[in-house]
């Protein structure tokens, strides 16, 4: 599948893991751009990082002064087959720095 590795040029991962996230979790999305979160889970404000199929680390960084109760992990592989973990803040590392570290596994 080739074809799915000129996405990267476009920047779509991304969008394609809050489509899934909005699918599956029922995420409503904010305002495009919104500074803080993506938008809400079930009442609470979650932030959306995907995993694009070239990469092969599990681990996410999210910006620690962000606004997000919980942080939705999409992973996306080389089969177009997609997967998701949902964490909540409090189980994110690193947390005196500028960045969390949540991961996927």
Same mark, same amino acid.
């Given at each position: 599948m #080739?074809?799915? /590795?000129?996405?990267? /040029?476009l +920047?779509v991962w991304?969008?394609l !893991?809050e489509i899934?996230a *909005?699918? =599956?979790?029922?995420l409503r $999305?904010?305002?495009?751009?919104? @500074?803080?979160?993506? !938008?809400t %889970? #079930? !009442?609470k404000?979650? *932030?959306? =990082?995907?995993i694009s @199929?070239e990469?092969a680390? #599990? %681990?996410?960084l999210?910006?620690?002064?962000d606004?997000?109760? +919980?942080?939705?992990i999409? $992973?996306i #592989?080389r089969d177009f087959?997609f997967?998701?973990k949902? %964490?909540?803040r409090?189980?994110l590392k690193?947390?005196? !720095? =500028?960045h969390l $570290?949540?991961r996927?596994?």
């Amino acid at each position: 599948m #080739d074809y799915l /590795y000129g996405l990267t /040029y476009l +920047q779509v991962w991304g969008e394609l !893991g809050e489509i899934y996230a *909005e699918i =599956k979790f029922g995420l409503r $999305r904010h305002v495009t751009h919104a @500074p803080g979160s993506d !938008g809400t %889970i #079930d !009442g609470k404000l979650g *932030e959306v =990082k995907t995993i694009s @199929p070239e990469k092969a680390s #599990d %681990i996410v960084l999210v910006k620690s002064q962000d606004n997000f109760e +919980q942080l939705l992990i999409v $992973r996306i #592989d080389r089969d177009f087959q997609f997967r998701s973990k949902l %964490i909540d803040r409090s189980e994110l590392k690193g947390g005196t !720095g =500028k960045h969390l $570290r949540g991961r996927f596994a």
